[in-house]
């Protein structure tokens, strides 16, 4: 079974500019999710899609960042314009929607470097 | 969600035995404990997951207690290739349940 996969695997952008990560999930896995972790600090969730719909995106930084997932199947992100706070690593997680099911996979990431 | 309290950080040579505490004092009747393992550049990778008393894998043991307010990841004969950071989650899998990550503890496996 094919993993998670995000790419590109590392992405270095001007300040201003705009980037979009991309997330394929595991295929059948329903429920996908965004999180970040910014240098130095702790994993940090971002939103989370069941299917082709939005459950939560309370960790949404802000509206310079949309997330979809048209079909249900791959997620973008797109950050638009870049900051420099935004630099971090991106991952992308999936999981079937079947309660007690063991654990949930990720991806490697996306470093994004904001310069 | 809840809580969870590990080590920042533990040290350990190879060939020994590594246990990793984790407190959740406020465990919810239908949570269930699970660990990963990253390493650096990559994502976090599944351990292993449990609910009660005690489960093994070919990676790990996870021990539970009765109360459920702690759990124990248990690594045998650790290697170098085990110098890692690993979380300990807790809540319901699967479902609508969004895993939350805390600091971790960075395990380094010293020659």
């Known amino acids: 079974e094919a993993g998670v996969t995000q790419f590109p695997s590392h992405s270095v952008i001007e300040k201003g500019q705009t980037v979009t990560l991309r997330c394929d999930p595991i295929s059948g896995h329903d429920n996908l999710y965004w999180y970040r972790r910014v240098m130095g600090k702790e994993i940090k969730f971002l939103l989370h899609f069941v299917k082709e719909s939005k459950q939560d995106e309370s960790g949404m930084p802000n509206n310079r960042f949309l997330a979809e997932r048209t079909g249900g199947t791959y997620s973008t992100l797109k950050v638009q314009p870049a900051e420099l706070e935004d630099s971090g690593v991106y991952f992308c997680?999936?999981?079937?929607?079947?309660?007690?099911?063991?654990?949930?996979?990720f991806g490697s990431g996306t470093r994004l470097t904001v310069v | 969600l809840a809580k969870t309290t590990q080590p920042i950080s533990m040290d350990s040579y190879e060939g020994q035995e590594v246990n990793i505490t984790c407190s959740h004092n406020?465990?919810?009747?239908?949570?269930?404990i699970t660990w990963y393992q990253q390493f650096p550049s990559q994502g976090p990778r599944f351990i292993i997951q449990g609910y009660k008393t005690k489960v093994t894998n070919e990676v790990a043991s996870l021990f539970i207690p009765a109360d459920r307010k702690s759990s124990t990841l248990s690594l045998p004969r650790v290697s170098l290739s085990d110098t890692a950071v690993y979380y300990c989650l807790v809540g319901e899998s699967g479902g609508s349940y969004i895993p939350t990550f805390g600091r971790g503890t960075s395990l380094i496996v010293h020659p």
């Open positions: 997680a999936s999981s079937q929607s079947v309660r007690g099911n063991y654990g949930y996979t």
């Open positions: 406020n465990i919810a009747t239908n949570d269930y």
